[in-house]
């Protein structure tokens, strides 16, 4: 069983930044591939970045491309998901998910461990 507690959302102004993190409390950190989700009101949760299981490869959905980084820190189970010149339609729960399995994370289908999400709302 994998705990996944992110950290870092809030109120920001368009252009702003954030930076968001997911600590995972699991001993086998590196064995997860890790991804951020997102859900805004009345739409379906959709993929948002995903890095593997060492770091060294990263995926983008092409509506953040340019503007979100993600990173691991496997010797603090923790990802990050920085997000630079943010726009109001960024305004979501994000969620940090874990799967073994890339192709899951990175499709978003039958995920093992999901976090409860925090709000990132942004002003026009």
């Known amino acids: 069983q994998v705990q996944l507690v992110e950290s870092g959302g809030g109120l920001v102004q368009a252009g702003g930044s954030l930076r968001l993190s997911c600590a995972a409390s699991?001993?086998?950190?590196?064995?997860?591939?890790m991804g951020w989700f997102r859900q805004a009101p009345g739409k379906e949760r959709e993929f948002v970045a995903g890095?593997?299981?060492?770091?060294?490869?990263?995926y983008y959905a092409d509506f953040v491309k340019g503007r979100v980084t993600i990173s691991r820190d496997n010797t603090k189970n923790t990802v990050y998901l920085q997000m630079n010149s943010l726009k109001p339609e960024d305004t979501a729960v994000y969620y940090c998910?874990?799967?073994?399995?890339?192709?899951?994370?990175?499709?978003?289908?039958?995920?093992?461990?999901w976090g409860q999400g925090t709000q990132v709302t942004v002003s026009s």
């Open positions: 699991t001993r086998t950190f590196s064995s997860y591939f």
């Open positions: 890095v593997s299981w060492s770091g060294s490869s990263t």
């Open positions: 998910a874990a799967d073994e399995s890339g192709s899951k994370i990175r499709l978003g289908r039958s995920v093992d461990y």
